[in-house]
DNA sequence: GCCGTTTTCGGCCCGACTGTTTTCAGTCG
């Protein structure tokens, strides 16, 4: 996957560019390389598919940048950027990673010292060298050092599960200050991100004379190790956890316009105040404004109104069509978490999960839902004792119990017989097609040889899809969020794979996995490919993991019609399973 | 370098905070 890496090449570009003080052109790289970052379908597959035409209807590229991807499909190199690296040979990327530090300043930096490594900035700020240029001073000299050893400790970013305990918990800290009239979170976190950079915290006061104590408690919090700002609407710290956080205070009338800004997306926020724009209008993060007065703003419904506008739900704002969308009035109903009927993927204590079928019942029936799929692993995974056709047959009888000591109970709810079964090396499945005939609905996943070649998994995967008895594809891509890759597979027939045979695709909600991706989520909308969305339980607690299952799946369009298990369980079998062409 | 319901040329989001300076450039989001 080259995104990634032509990504980079075009960030630096725009750094260099900036460099030059040819800002406008810088933007363009800059934003080019977000939409690189962003872009889940090899560029290469999409060069392949419709050449240089094709890369040119991604967002923000023309005829120039499109001709440089091209370049780098060929030759896996710009000669541009191999210019302006000869020029001035400068580690960009490191140097731009220390805090404060930006292009403009490396530029000095290299002029008078010639530093171009994160080590000879090192060196030379403790050397005191720093200081004694023009316009730098004692101050930047020390923040460098500290930037640079934060850099040392700062790891990938954090899970969108874990980031939202962090926020919640300071969420709950500041609730408690004087005046405070609502907090929330805002930035990718608020949008749902898979993964989370900064957490952006937003807070609304009444007297604008108690924002300064907030921001004083805000910035004393024991988990606070820097303060990189203090001021009297904005401050941003950093956590022990090696995590920033930003804080904005605002007032009653500009917190919808606040929490739109700092919810962004960046690329989002900069086509929206385009429109604003267009009918001579200004937004910023206090309002939307005529001339001087005030128009919207206190709420994000209202801003979008006042546009002409639908409301965009956080998870669409990443500028990727929703504008347009919104503006024609063709924005989908998006899938909530209350649609949610059941959960298609639990593992019990049969194999690897903690607790037995009947916990999960109860635990489900109090989340409202109708039912549950148990799927716990097949023999291949020795592991985690997987089970074999036998003991599978064992586990469809104490599931028939439990549901005879509900169905008693008088509860109108199914424990349905499952699986997640193994896709073996050549695409065949672990267990013997008779057992899986008595199954209610069968999952099946790739666990071993992650690594092969793009063509044979694709094939393997496919081989798998021609089985009549498979109803799901569990985690698709078998990727682990900031620690596996995804595996090589050309999605696009997985899709239409998906599509013809009338098996639905998992979204994954395990916190780590979060697979299928947002984009390739709303492939599977466009093309009215089924998706399921399970929490991957491997203990009662995990089905809460669900929400960020359907976060996912609202960031890549999906509606309630998409999403099999928010269907009643009659509709389900005859969708998921009747329908199925053999 | 990109882009178009004012446009194929002339624009390009907007403001807070910091540090170094006497009015602002650089950085960040």
């Known amino acids: 996957m080259i995104n990634k890496e032509i990504a980079r090449i075009f960030r630096e570009i725009s750094e260099y560019l900036e460099m030059q003080e040819d800002s406008f052109r810088s933007k363009a790289y800059a934003r080019v390389s977000r939409t690189m970052e962003e872009t889940q379908e090899d560029v290469v597959q ?19 940048i499109a001709e440089k991807i091209e370049e780098y499909i060929k030759t896996g190199r710009i000669a541009y950027f191999e210019e302006l690296k000869q020029k001035e040979p400068i580690d960009i990327s ?12 490396i530029k000095k930096l290299y002029n008078e010292l010639g ?20 316009d730098f001073g004692d101050k930047t000299e020390q923040n460098i050092i500290k930037g640079i050893q934060f850099l040392k400790q700062s790891g990938n970013r954090l899970l969108l599960g874990s980031a939202y305990i962090i926020a919640e918990e300071i969420i709950a800290k500041i609730k408690q200050c004087k005046g405070i009239e609502q907090v929330g979170v805002a930035g990718s976190a608020r949008r749902m991100k ?4 900064d957490i952006d915290i937003l807070a609304m006061i009444e007297k604008p004379e108690d924002a300064s104590a907030v921001m004083e408690s805000f910035v004393s919090l024991p ?3 820097n303060i990189y700002s203090k001021g009297a609407t904005k401050s941003s710290i950093r956590l022990k956890e090696g995590m920033n956080v930003d804080l904005r205070i605002l007032s009653q009338k500009s917190y919808g316009a606040g929490l739109m800004y700092f919810t962004g997306s960046k690329d989002h926020n900069i086509e929206i105040r385009k429109v604003a724009a267009k009918q001579g209008l200004k937004l910023n993060e206090y309002g939307l404004f005529r001339g001087n007065k005030q128009v919207a703003g206190d709420s994000e419904e209202q801003i979008y109104e006042y546009l002409g506008l639908q409301f965009i739900p956080p998870e669409m704002r990443e500028n990727t069509g929703e504008i347009k969308a919104a503006m024609d009035n063709k924005l989908p109903r998006l899938i909530k978490e209350e649609d949610i009927m059941g959960d298609l993927q639990i593992q ?16 489900a029936i109090k989340k409202g839902w109708q039912y549950i799929l148990i799927t716990d692993h097949s023999k291949r995974l020795a592991m985690v004792g997987g089970l074999d056709e036998k003991r599978l047959r064992e586990q469809g009888k104490e599931i028939d119990a439990v549901n005879k000591i509900l169905a008693n109970k008088g509860y109108n709810f199914k424990v349905l017989k499952g699986i997640e079964c193994d896709i073996i090396k050549d695409g065949e499945l672990d267990l013997a097609d008779d057992a899986l005939a008595e199954l209610d609905i069968v999952g099946a996943a790739v666990h071993s040889y992650l690594n092969l070649p793009a063509a044979l998994q694709t ?3 496919l081989k798998a899809m021609e089985n009549r008895y498979v109803n799901i594809i569990f985690h698709p891509t078998a990727r682990i969020i900031n620690q596996r890759r995804a595996m090589e597979l050309q999605m696009d027939l997985v899709i239409e794979a998906a599509f013809k045979s009338g098996i639905a695709l998992e979204i994954n909600a395990y916190p780590d996995r979060l697979d299928l991706k947002d984009e390739y989520i709303r492939k599977c909308v466009e093309k009215g490919v089924k998706l399921v969305i399970n929490s991957d339980a491997h203990s009662v607690r995990h089905m809460d993991y669900l929400k960020f299952g359907v976060a996912q799946a609202r960031r890549g369009w999906a509606k309630r019609e998409d ?3 928010a269907w009643p369980i009659d509709k389900l079998f005859k969708k998921l399973k009747n329908d199925r062409k053999r």
């Open 46 to 64: 999409i060069y392949e598919r419709g050449g240089k035409k094709e890369i040119e209807n991604l967002p923000g590229v023309g005829k120039s």
């Open 223 to 225: 988990e606070v190790i």
């Open 194 to 197: 898979e993964t989370i950079g």
């Open 94 to 105: 490191s140097l731009t990673a220390v805090e404060g530090l930006g292009p403009k300043k």
């Open 348 to 363: 019990t204590n049969w194999t690897d999960g903690e607790h037995a079928i009947m916990d999960y019942a109860e635990a």
């Open 115 to 134: 530093i171009k490594t994160l080590n000879e900035l090192e060196v030379a700020a403790k050397e005191g060298k720093i200081r004694k240029l023009a």
């Open 459 to 461: 094939e393997r995967m």
């Open 563 to 565: 999403v099999a298990n």
